[in-house]
């Protein structure tokens, strides 16, 4: 193993490039307004305040051709009094009946456009992203980790507004000092950048020159000077909320909890206030979490949780301070979805009984506080009360209530500390979950859970290269049925038989373990890249108490090397290619997966774009393919992918990605395809259609473990399992501040099961040598319960029986919404969401199962209307 690691360390060290220029950072110096004049925020720049300060300008082209100059110059002038700073821009444009002036809601940066990012803080690594389309759309983001991160959930109170006139197009914009954070020195400096995007020419180019191969984005702005006597704002916002929503569904007759239709009105209210310049409380009584638009329908056929993305506005906003992601892309100490998830317990009822089990915990309330101080000590720290969660069961008219969810507190804290002049930092992680009175009936749940961790991250000459690390620790408390259940979940696998590194303790009543990191990389200068690095996660290590982990138990070594072109290149506007390699072991030395990776990467001169590759596995054991059985062997793989785009300029526009992966001696195939048509027919309008469809047949699906003779038997069997799905788009923009959207998503994942198997010898080299077929005679299939009872020894004696596994998931969500922001920040939703989910006949085709799965089938209706109202003080 070790010299696996070493080949590509020494393969670089004897590479030889260039390293990237220093560039002069340019300096623009603003004036405060001491008369009372300001500037009427109209986008014509006419006023005479603006002649306080000079014209910044000289702007370079940064895409597709750095360092060159563009089709058209811009130029701008900076102002600002005790409660705002004033941004005026000019867009030069010979052809001023051309630009482009498409609508959308907030946050869509489409058309022309101009955008203004403020480093405040002066840290080099974040910023404030101010963008302005030409159609008066306002866009903003928060930048965190020097570029790597844009947040878009960020929405400030600001104004903009645009003019487009003989010499191009102008935009004023009026950013208040309460929506920045900033320190309290007498004269400060402002990290700074303003950038324009030249629609048609695809052309991007800024005031402050960023070369194509610097190693970050933040740390290359130039600077902000003329900033004095800034006062502090003492930031003070309460935004109260009403929901009133109205659910109909189809009624279910003897059920008394399910009568056709729920009426519900809920309030709450919102504040954010400034403890000081840069640091922000934020609070939330009774919040309102729903969401606009619904997950996307998915079925997990592995036994593993699946990951959806957070869309709830108290929890994303700033949420890049307390992200503590680690390992896979996935894995994070800190998953604000567990916080009001669906209640974990559920009530043991008979077949006369009723249950009312509410969807989700209610939140009781949560507070955040974060932020950044100048010393660079940035702070995040949450906390959250989740209520007491009932479900009412009703026994032939008599009701009753069971605890299925317990009173709950969790907590955030994250601390980091930039230092070497911003180029490095070190910082730290703790979070915990506390459950009180667990009730005997939910004993499977932890008492207390605590995580932790410490990271880092050094850069040298000029942040091309880096060194970063981290390292996390958790401890869980329970029951013993509690620790238990953890140790066999598919984390953790400690029943596994063939592992003799973990086994199962049902003794324990706490459970605690280890994880880590290491990387070195090179990220800026010429046009090389790479990584070197190693993480591992130890088989006790857990976290699913309020963060997402998949699985543990490895140790993964990787190496990346990666080519990026600088400037245009032939046919191509930009070009790239990469190779990955990695090994993974457990913590018992067995080598789980090898693979090996190639990609290429480009956008063509006339903005079509692809990507393409390819890979092959030839180690693949999976410990959790059996679900609690031994480590199994996948048969070597191949895979190639290919994703292509049209010009995403074109109001017609298309894209395609494609996937197929295949194992040795046909084990399995993965065929995945997704498409994408977009119309806009008009600045105001758009459409989008993107259908995927999947196929995944494989020779040892996972059916259920049983017994024969006394010892673990592991059925699995071949499936066809196929998905069909589309999501369906349409935007349209009355104005920059009324909108309306749909979104909707016809589903349906269908298997089928055949050729079922028992499995012999789970790591035989051959694929034919794991595995022993039931024969007819051995296995056959009740006609009146729909079982399939099994004689294996052939002896007239039943050994063993499952249900049928044929499944037909037929699902259909839609939301349509109109959003109005009736005065800046101040917002209201109308909302009509609907859903359908059946399980169909499995024998029915895709399409016939998703005909008759949507169409004739009584939907559940949400009506909700939303009204929030923005006060800052």
């Given at each position: 193993m070790g010299k696996i690691f070493l080949w590509p360390a020494l393969l670089l060290a004897s590479i030889q490039v260039l390293e990237a220029q220093i560039i002069e950072k340019k300096k623009y110096t603003t004036m405060a307004i001491e008369d009372g004049r300001t500037p009427v925020i109209d986008g014509t720049m006419d006023d005479p305040v603006w002649d306080l300060v000079e014209w910044g300008g000289d702007f370079i082209e940064v895409r597709p051709d750095e360092n060159t100059p563009p089709s058209f110059q811009t130029k701008f002038k900076i102002i600002y009094d005790a409660k705002y700073i004033y941004f005026g821009i000019r867009a030069f444009d010979a052809a001023p009946d051309s630009i482009v002036r498409r609508m959308g809601r907030r946050d869509t940066f489409d058309g022309d456009w101009v955008e203004v990012e403020i480093d405040s803080y002066h840290d080099l690594r974040t910023a404030f992203s101010f963008t302005a389309t030409v159609a008066g759309v306002r866009g903003d983001e928060f930048i965190s980790n020097n570029g790597e991160d844009w947040d878009s959930s960020w929405n400030p109170i600001w104004v903009t507004k645009t003019q487009i006139d003989d010499e191009g197009w102008t935009a004023e914009i009026r950013i208040p000092l309460s929506q920045l954070r900033f320190n309290a020195d007498k004269e400060q400096v402002w990290g700074l950048q303003v950038l324009r995007r030249y629609f048609r020419n695809e052309e991007r180019s800024v005031w402050q020159r960023i070369p194509q191969d610097a190693p970050g984005w933040v740390s290359e702005f130039g600077e902000l000077h003329g900033l004095k006597n800034l006062t502090p704002q003492n930031q003070l916002e309460i935004q109260p909320f009403t929901v009133t929503q109205l659910k109909t569904y189809e009624k279910e007759e003897g059920n008394p909890f399910r009568d056709g239709n729920d009426f519900k009105l809920n309030g709450g209210v919102d504040a954010k206030i400034g403890v000081t310049n840069d640091l922000t409380l934020d609070l939330t009584v009774n919040p309102d979490f729903g969401q606009v638009e619904a997950d996307p329908s998915a079925i997990a056929l592995d036994g593993f949780q699946i990951f959806f993305q957070e869309r709830r506005p108290f929890f994303v906003e700033n949420k890049n301070i307390f992200d503590y992601r680690f390992s896979h892309a996935s894995d994070n100490l800190f998953y604000s979805r567990r916080i009001g998830r669906t209640p974990q317990g559920y009530p043991n009822v008979t077949g006369d009984q009723y249950v009312d089990r509410p969807g989700n915990t209610t939140i009781l309330g949560a507070a955040k506080f974060s932020g950044k101080t100048k010393e660079g000590w940035s702070i995040?720290?949450?906390?959250?009360?989740?209520?007491?969660?009932?479900?009412?069961?009703?026994?032939?008219?008599?009701?009753?209530?069971?605890?299925?969810?317990?009173?709950?507190?969790?907590?955030?804290?994250?601390?980091?500390?930039?230092?070497?002049?911003?180029?490095?930092?070190?910082?730290?992680?703790?979070?915990?979950?506390?459950?009180?009175?667990?009730?005997?009936?939910?004993?499977?749940?932890?008492?207390?859970?605590?995580?932790?961790?410490?990271?880092?991250?050094?850069?040298?000459?000029?942040?091309?290269?880096?060194?970063?690390?981290?390292?996390?620790?958790?401890?869980?408390?329970?029951?013993?049925?509690?620790?238990?259940?953890?140790?066999?979940?598919?984390?953790?696998?400690?029943?596994?038989?063939?592992?003799?590194?973990?086994?199962?303790?049902?003794?324990?009543?706490?459970?605690?373990?280890?994880?880590?990191?290491?990387?070195?990389?090179?990220?800026?200068?010429?046009?090389?890249?790479?990584?070197?690095?190693?993480?591992?996660?130890?088989?006790?290590?857990?976290?699913?108490?309020?963060?997402?982990?998949?699985?543990?138990?490895?140790?993964?070594?990787?190496?990346?090397?990666?080519?990026?072109?600088?400037?245009?290149?032939?046919?191509?506007?930009?070009?790239?290619?990469?190779?990955?390699?990695?090994?993974?072991?457990?913590?018992?030395?067995?080598?789980?997966?090898?693979?090996?990776?190639?990609?290429?990467?480009?956008?063509?001169?006339?903005?079509?774009?692809?990507?393409?590759?390819?890979?092959?596995?030839?180690?693949?054991?999976?410990?959790?393919?059996?679900?609690?059985?031994?480590?199994?062997?996948?048969?070597?793989?191949?895979?190639?992918?290919?994703?292509?785009?049209?010009?995403?300029?074109?109001?017609?526009?298309?894209?395609?990605?494609?996937?197929?992966?295949?194992?040795?001696?046909?084990?399995?195939?993965?065929?995945?395809?997704?498409?994408?048509?977009?119309?806009?027919?008009?600045?105001?309008?758009?459409?989008?259609?993107?259908?995927?469809?999947?196929?995944?047949?494989?020779?040892?699906?996972?059916?259920?473990?049983?017994?024969?003779?006394?010892?673990?038997?592991?059925?699995?069997?071949?499936?066809?399992?196929?998905?069909?799905?589309?999501?369906?788009?349409?935007?349209?923009?009355?104005?920059?501040?009324?909108?309306?959207?749909?979104?909707?998503?016809?589903?349906?994942?269908?298997?089928?099961?055949?050729?079922?198997?028992?499995?012999?010898?789970?790591?035989?080299?051959?694929?034919?040598?794991?595995?022993?077929?039931?024969?007819?005679?051995?296995?056959?299939?009740?006609?009146?319960?729909?079982?399939?009872?099994?004689?294996?020894?052939?002896?007239?004696?039943?050994?063993?029986?499952?249900?049928?596994?044929?499944?037909?998931?037929?699902?259909?969500?839609?939301?349509?919404?109109?959003?109005?922001?009736?005065i800046p920040g101040s917002e209201l939703f109308l909302v009509w969401s609907q859903g359908i989910s059946n399980f169909m006949d499995p024998a029915d085709s895709l399409t016939r199962g998703l005909e008759s799965g949507i169409f004739g089938q009584k939907p559940e209706n949400i009506f909700l209307m939303k009204l929030t109202y923005r006060l800052a003080l």
């Open positions: 995040g720290v949450m906390e959250s009360l989740t209520a007491k969660e009932y479900a009412e069961i009703d026994t032939n008219g008599e009701r009753s209530e069971e605890l299925v969810e317990p009173l709950t507190n969790y907590f955030v804290g994250r601390l980091q500390k930039d230092f070497n002049n911003n180029n490095s930092y070190i910082g730290g992680i703790v979070t915990a979950t506390n459950r009180f009175d667990v009730p005997d009936q939910l004993n499977f749940l932890h008492t207390d859970a605590y995580s932790g961790g410490l990271d880092f991250k050094h850069q040298w000459n000029n942040r091309n290269y880096y060194l970063m690390g981290y390292s996390i620790f958790s401890k869980v408390k329970g029951s013993r049925e509690a620790i238990a259940a953890t140790q066999n979940t598919l984390t953790h696998l400690f029943q596994r038989t063939d592992a003799g590194h973990v086994e199962v303790d049902s003794t324990r009543t706490s459970l605690a373990g280890t994880g880590g990191k290491l990387e070195y990389g090179k990220v800026g200068g010429g046009n090389l890249r790479y990584t070197i690095g190693a993480f591992w996660k130890s088989p006790e290590l857990e976290i699913n108490d309020i963060g997402f982990l998949r699985q543990t138990d490895e140790f993964r070594q990787y190496n990346t090397v990666a080519y990026e072109s600088t400037r245009q290149m032939g046919k191509f506007r930009r070009i790239g290619a990469n190779f990955n390699y990695f090994n993974s072991f457990d913590f018992e030395g067995n080598r789980n997966r090898m693979q090996y990776q190639f990609g290429a990467d480009g956008t063509f001169l006339n903005n079509w774009g692809f990507d393409v590759g390819g890979g092959h596995i030839p180690i693949n054991y999976r410990t959790a393919h059996l679900q609690g059985g031994p480590r199994f062997k996948l048969s070597r793989e191949n895979f190639v992918w290919f994703i292509a785009n049209t010009d995403l300029r074109k109001k017609l526009r298309f894209s395609a990605d494609l996937l197929y992966s295949e194992g040795k001696q046909g084990h399995f195939t993965i065929f995945e395809f997704t498409g994408g048509i977009t119309y806009q027919p008009s600045n105001a309008l758009s459409v989008s259609f993107s259908p995927q469809y999947a196929r995944y047949p494989h020779k040892t699906q996972y059916v259920t473990e049983t017994q024969f003779n006394g010892m673990p038997r592991y059925v699995t069997s071949e499936i066809d399992n196929k998905t069909l799905s589309a999501a369906i788009r349409v935007n349209y923009t009355i104005n920059p501040n009324l909108t309306i959207q749909y979104y909707g998503q016809p589903f349906i994942a269908r298997g089928r099961y055949s050729h079922f198997n028992y499995i012999t010898n789970p790591v035989a080299e051959s694929l034919f040598d794991r595995y022993q077929l039931l024969e007819e005679g051995q296995i056959t299939k009740q006609s009146d319960t729909g079982m399939y009872v099994v004689d294996e020894n052939l002896d007239g004696t039943i050994d063993y029986s499952f249900d049928d596994p044929d499944f037909s998931l037929v699902e259909f969500r839609s939301n349509l919404v109109v959003r109005w922001e009736y």
